[in-house]
């Protein structure tokens, strides 16, 4: 694995941890009512979302080895460009559901080498 590559896999893994670091102990009401908290976990998904862009744009079956990619973009891009409309409740399910389900992937790939 080229250099580059692992250390995108490194700055996901390490935003999957900034986030579960975020909401340890917090309830999705706690969540949904401090904005600081929302907009650092919101920032922490962003970067996570472009460090697996920009894996796939090297990676060549980026889409087969990480399964939720279609969703990852699909997010970025709905927090990047329609800001306004992003859901408190859906950003809560992909923190609970999605990122325990995707860390142990991205690990696997890194350990792969």
């Known amino acids: 694995m080229r250099p580059r590559t692992r250390k995108l896999l490194c700055d996901a893994l390490f935003a999957i941890d900034a986030v579960e670091g975020f909401v340890t102990g917090v309830s999705f009401d706690v969540y949904a009512r401090q904005l600081l ?7 922490q998904l962003t970067i996570l979302a ?35 409309v992003v859901d408190d409740s859906s950003v809560w399910d992909i923190v609970k559901r999605d990122l325990p389900e995707l860390r142990p992937v991205l690990q696997r790939l890194l350990e792969s080498e």
């Open 50 to 84: 472009e460090a697996l862009i920009q894996f796939a744009r090297e990676v060549s079956d980026a889409d087969t080895l990480i399964p939720l990619l279609p969703q990852i973009r699909g997010f970025r891009n709905l927090v990047i460009h329609e800001y306004g």
């Open 37 to 43: 908290l929302q907009s650092g976990v919101e920032r």
